[in-house]
């Protein structure tokens, strides 16, 4: 009830975000941990295959989001945001009504260019829209989107009792409904005019060498929260056996998210600066990794339901100290963004942002796994080899945490600012 108390305290436009995101991470969930079982297993395509049309959508959003970010900018939030909505709807629906191979590209490649579009959108306008709360906000954010993610999944696995095709058409249903209801409802923002080319843009972005230092010192955040998808969700499984313990993972998530988030920032964002909170969280988020040390590696038989529990505990700890430090963290990364540069780029600063974070998302996945494979074949029970992935993580958060709080004690990283026009709660 308290949450929802506080989502009234925002104008209509930022509570329709919240909801929005909640909706785009449900269809998002609802469609795509399913489509590889899918592509392969109903349709017959070999891994290779499944791998190109999972890569493409991938590669289509993290390639694209400079673009999306500058569209943001020049051509107006409200637009964006709808546009993406609405190519979405399409691309999800290309996968309900499409067998064939380039039916799924174009699948792929909307709904990638689709998250390339709004996904910066939506972050400038809730920057714009929230002005000085704009912590609060993103904490509201992050817990409608998380909410989403777990709803989405739960929903799919029901839809799926039917076909696949149940949940393609649903997942394109709730988009179609978003995207009338931004039409609708938001209200469209000023658009600056353009005093240059996008180029131009992209030069000032990249060329700001703060920003940079503070999107490279970032990608621990991501690199780790990304380990949500992949090392904690397989330590829950090794440590019982039992393929169930990957959803306990999801669940402590959402529940700290639900019941903690907006109180952590809220008692955070009065006693210290945006850079020490972010430093903290990365402390969090690397000592996260340290709890399943204790279980790692173990191949022994689970003889018991009990057993099972106790050995999932350290895992389960793991997974709640990384989404403290995802919520003490997040909400001030994303408030920092706008300062960085002109009001007129924050489209433009978040579409670099996340292209950043794509990569690093990707190059750090690839790290972890490979640590993982490692650890598969050269580590026994408490061998050192079978911590391996746990400390490459541990230590990430730690050298992240550090270069952030360089930044903040060098005085690099911007003070918070209300954005321009922005509405008070």
């Not at 493409?56 to 637009?79: K, P, T």
């Not at 393609?168 to 009338?180: D, E, K, P």
């Not at 996008?198 to 940079?212: I, K, M, P, Q, T």
């Not at 169930?244 to 959402?254: M, S």
Request: with cysteine; proline share 5%.
């Amino acid at each position: 009830m308290r949450i929802w108390h506080e989502v009234r305290g925002f104008p209509l436009a930022t509570r329709l975000l919240l909801v929005n995101q909640l909706g785009v991470n449900t269809g998002f969930y609802l469609l795509i941990p399913y489509l590889a079982t899918h592509l392969g297993d109903d349709l017959g395509m070999s891994a290779a295959v499944v791998g190109v049309v999972l890569g493409v959508r991938n590669l289509s959003q993290q390639g694209l989001f400079l673009i999306g970010g500058s569209a943001a900018d020049r051509l107006g939030v409200r637009g964006v945001i709808i546009a993406g909505c609405a190519i979405r709807t399409v691309g999800f629906a290309l996968f309900a009504l499409g067998d064939g191979l380039p039916v799924l590209l174009a699948a792929s490649v909307l709904s990638g260019v689709a998250g390339a579009l709004f996904n910066p959108a939506v972050r400038t306008y809730l920057a714009q829209e929230a002005g000085e709360r704009k912590a609060e906000a993103f904490a509201l954010f992050n817990v409608f989107a998380t909410t989403g993610a777990l709803v989405g999944p739960l929903l799919g696995s029901v839809l799926l009792l039917v076909d696949f095709r149940a949940s393609a058409l649903t997942a394109a249903g709730i988009f179609a409904l978003l995207t009338v209801a931004q039409a609708l409802v938001l209200p469209p923002r000023d658009v600056p005019p353009a005093t240059g080319s996008v180029a131009s843009d992209w030069r000032e972005a990249v060329g700001n060498r703060a920003f940079l230092a503070f999107a490279l010192a970032m990608v621990g955040m991501f690199t780790l929260e990304n380990q949500l998808y992949l090392l904690l969700p397989d330590g829950a499984r090794q440590a019982t056996g039992w393929d169930g313990a990957a959803g306990l993972v999801f669940v402590v998530g959402t529940v700290a998210g639900i019941a903690l988030q907006l109180r952590i920032t809220r008692v955070l964002k009065g006693r210290g600066s945006s850079g020490r909170w972010i430093a903290a969280g990365l402390v969090l988020m690397g000592a996260a990794f340290a709890p399943p040390m204790l279980v790692a590696g173990a191949d022994a038989p689970v003889s018991s339901t009990p057993e099972a529990a106790l050995r999932v505990l350290p895992v389960l700890a793991g997974a709640l100290l990384l989404h403290l430090g995802v919520m003490t963290a997040q909400p001030f990364v994303m408030e920092l963004i706008p300062g960085f540069g002109r009001p007129a780029l924050t489209g433009t600063y978040f579409g670099v942002f996340y292209a950043v974070s794509g990569v690093a998302a990707a190059v750090g996945n690839a790290a972890v796994g490979r640590a993982m494979d490692v650890a598969r074949r050269g580590g026994a029970d408490g061998t050192a080899v079978a911590l391996l992935p746990w400390a490459c993580c541990l230590a990430t958060g730690l050298v992240s945490a550090g270069a952030v709080a360089w930044l903040h004690r060098a005085g690099t990283l911007p003070v918070s600012r209300p954005a321009p026009a922005a509405v008070a709660a």
